[in-house]
């Protein structure tokens, strides 16, 4: 059974920094695509990031272009984001998300191409 676990969440002030991680686990998992989607209070989950596996091409929305990173490291399954530059916007659940299909940058945002997903961590930033 495929399990995402995030970690990594909590308080910042406004123009600090957090990374997640999410720890991936399962017989034979290996995700062609990984990727992290936020929701805040009242509004739909959003693309945040995503990165695959062969060649790690990485896809960003445009909120987190240059303030987020995305990562992952294949040899054990954990993926990774790394954010700076923190706005009280950027309040939300963080979830990770996994995919056995390759998605480029059209396909990489759309939430129906996981299969797989964490329960969520929280951030929340103070102005």
């Known amino acids: 059974q495929v399990r995402l676990v995030e970690s990594g969440g909590g308080l910042v002030q406004a123009g600090g920094s957090l990374r997640l991680s999410c720890a991936a686990s399962?017989?034979?998992?290996?995700?062609?695509?990984m990727a992290w989607f936020r929701q805040a209070p009242g509004k739909e989950r959003e693309f945040v990031a995503a990165i695959r596996r062969v060649g790690g091409r990485t896809y960003y929305t445009d909120s987190a272009k240059g303030r987020f990173t995305i990562s992952r490291d294949n040899a054990d399954n954990t993926l990774y984001l790394q954010m700076s530059s923190l706005e009280p916007e950027d309040t939300a659940v963080y979830f990770c998300?996994?995919?056995?299909?390759?998605?480029?940058?059209?396909?990489?945002?759309?939430?129906?191409?996981?299969?797989?997903w964490g329960q969520g961590t929280q951030v929340t930033v103070s102005s």
């Open positions: 399962g017989r034979s998992f290996d995700p062609a695509t």
């Open positions: 998300a996994a995919s056995p299909a390759d998605s480029g940058s059209m396909l990489a945002p759309n939430p129906a191409r996981y299969l797989y």
